[in-house]
């Protein structure tokens, strides 16, 4: 399966920057996780599976995952804070930051907080659209460390969990026990924490409501832009998809499919952010990959499944995505010491 156009997650800067805090350096990390070595040098937007293979990656390398976990959670500068986390940090509740948090994460990654509440319990899981698989461990650590760690800095209150379950070891199991406040299992079938219900009534300290008058309604027309964007590149790439094979489809056909005129589309692109020759490249870059983890296919058929007429062409087209040879990054990812198929 192809990945979704809207399969990006954006890496911040700080993760980069904090890493020689937890012990990494980020060229090893880069190789350990099988990326392009140029994806430093340009924004880092990732698939959710090369997000995965980032935290696999920080979990091998690192001496201890449970210190790393809490390093990273509870560095929290609340003057520093995206948009996405002020709005939970200020809301009136821990259940309505809660609720923000996992609403407004839609707008960095495409991934949910699920939330749900039953008997004297708030259980806390993750769920990822773009992967049959489940998060590592570690990032999942990270992300109930940190919606601990805002409902502690809001209320002031030193909160507790009620119990976290990992699906694998996390190293120090009292380190993370002493900051989690409750018993911390390792081996269960999934990552998830439980709260007490009655801490979601707690306010917070730093409710702020002039500023979520400000701050809500500009999250939500981001959040109605992604969605709107996502619709349309999504359907341009879909239909991409289907013609690749048959040639190099062009903006008039696409159009047409579409019932609408080749201005009309352009106008579309241009409001979700990009344009036609840009999705095309990325649905082929996205589609190589795909194709090249299957061993059945030569790299001729591969290129002619892409719509390139020429095999050079192809050549010169991955190398600017990839760095490499699609020969070389096919040896590469079909080698055993591959931590996940790159678009699966």
Known sequence: MAAQSNDRIKIPTSFWRDLPKIGIKEHELIH?????????????????????????????????????????ATDVKTTQL???????????????????????????????IIIS??????????????SEFSEPPMLAGVIMATLLEIGRLGTGQPLTAHYVEFSDSMGKKHILEDYFGCEVRYGSQQNKMT??????????DSY??????????????????????????????????????????????????????ERTLQRRLTGAGTNFKDLLAETRHEMARDYLVDPSLDIKEVAFLLGYEELNSFYRAFRHWEGETPSNWRTEHLSSNSMVPPFH
Not at 49 to 63: G, H, K, P, T
């Open 32 to 72: 350990r996780a099988k990326l392009p070595v140029n994806i430093l040098s340009e924004p880092v937007i990732v698939t959710t599976d090369q997000y995965f293979a980032i935290w696999q990656a920080v979990l091998d390398l690192i001496e201890d995952p449970a210190t790393g976990i809490l390093s990273i």
């Open 208 to 261: 702020n409501a002039e500023l979520l008058e400000i701050l809500t309604p500009a999250l939500d027309l981001s959040l109605d832009e992604q969605q709107r964007r996502n619709s349309i590149t999504e359907t341009v790439k879909s239909i991409l998809k289907h013609n690749l094979s048959s040639g190099r489809p062009d903006i008039n056909k696409v159009a047409g499919e579409l019932s609408i005129s």
């Open 117 to 130: 509440e039953e008997g004297e319990i708030c259980t806390i899981e993750l769920e990822w659209l773009y």
């Open 195 to 204: 709260l007490k219900l009655s801490d979601l009534d707690r306010l917070f």
């Open 82 to 112: 995206p948009p996405s986390i002020l709005a939970a940090y200020h809301a009136r509740s821990y259940r309505e930051a809660l609720n923000r948090m996992a609403r407004y994460k839609q707008l960095c990654s495409p991934e949910r």
